[in-house]
């Protein structure tokens, strides 16, 4: 039966986001029972082709992600995979129409990353968010507001600014991961040899800005996805805010990661906040 096979896509999804993010899989537990498993597809999805391009060092990437990119039509357009996350994928884009050019716009950022190393205009930057983060958050929006388009174009531009804020926090904490692993800089205008405090300062303005406008969406979220939005808010402006307290010669040294303590608390926190209504 398909179901089976169905069934199993959608667990293999899930234990790729419980695999690869402890803090995306925290709040994704926090969406209602009824979009989780759709969320989990989208991010399986993201995940493997980031994954293409970011660590399989050993292979030829370029063709390895040519031919993800194949199956991946192929399996928007014949509704099945023999590929579990494309398949539990394409259930989620079907069911609640999300937009090719969305898929279009991440695979054609992916692909960036296969060559490009240096984004030194703001126009390439912009492009590069919109397609890796922007259209993600569009993507989650489409689930948590059943496909509706009237509410998914009020919420459409504080999805994407979320899904920038939350992009740019991991360029910032991965920072020395990506310069020297990957010998990649995102961001344009700065020499990451010699990011000092005034540089650091101005991209944590920009988040924070971002952020601002993300949030006046979550707060017109349907109550079945706010506590999980609103959790994954709260986790990562806590790491911004560590990364504005952490020198920039320090984070050019190392990961900074948020406590998993700290993380309960703020699932706590975020908790009461929503339960009060004060979202």
């Known amino acids: ?9 959608y667990a293999c999804s899930k234990m790729v986001t419980t695999s690869y993010s402890t803090s995306f899989s925290m709040a994704t537990k926090m969406l209602d029972s009824s979009i989780r498993k759709d969320i989990y597809n989208i991010y399986g999805f993201v995940r493997f082709a980031d994954e293409i391009v970011d660590t399989f060092h050993e292979y030829n990437k370029q063709e390895l992600f040519e031919r993800f990119e194949k ?9 099945i995979s023999l590929n579990p996350i494309l398949n539990s994928f394409q259930h989620t884009y079907h069911k609640y129409g999300i937009q090719r050019d969305l898929v279009e716009a991440f695979m054609k950022s992916m692909r960036m990353d296969l060559t490009k ?9 912009k492009e590069y968010i919109y397609g890796s983060a922007d259209v993600v958050g569009l993507m989650c929006l489409r689930v948590f507001v059943d496909g509706n388009d009237d509410t998914y174009e009020d919420l459409k531009e504080s999805a994407m600014a979320l899904g920038s804020a939350f992009q740019k926090v991991n360029f910032l904490r991965d920072l020395k991961a990506d310069h020297e692993d990957l010998n990649r800089t995102y961001f344009p205008n700065t020499d990451l040899n010699e990011l000092d405090e005034a540089s650091k300062d101005k ?4 988040i ?4 601002k406008r993300g949030y006046r969406g979550i707060m017109k979220l349907p109550n079945k996805a706010k506590f999980g939005v609103f959790t994954a808010y709260t ?4 790491l911004l805010k560590k990364l504005r307290n952490t020198p ?18 703020l699932l706590a926190k975020s908790y009461v906040t929503c339960k009060l209504n004060r979202v």
Do not use: C, T, W
């Open 248 to 265: 920039s010669r320090e984070i050019k040294k190392k990961r900074i990661r948020v406590p998993d303590y700290q993380k309960i608390g």
């Open 203 to 206: 991209i944590v303005q920009e």
């Open 1 to 9: 039966m398909k179901a089976i096979f169905d069934n199993v896509s």
């Open 117 to 125: 190393k240096k984004y030194a205009s703001i126009e390439e930057y």
């Open 71 to 79: 199956d991946l039509y192929a399996a928007l357009h014949d509704k």
């Open 208 to 211: 924070e800005e971002d952020f």
């Open 235 to 238: 986790y990562y402006k806590k």
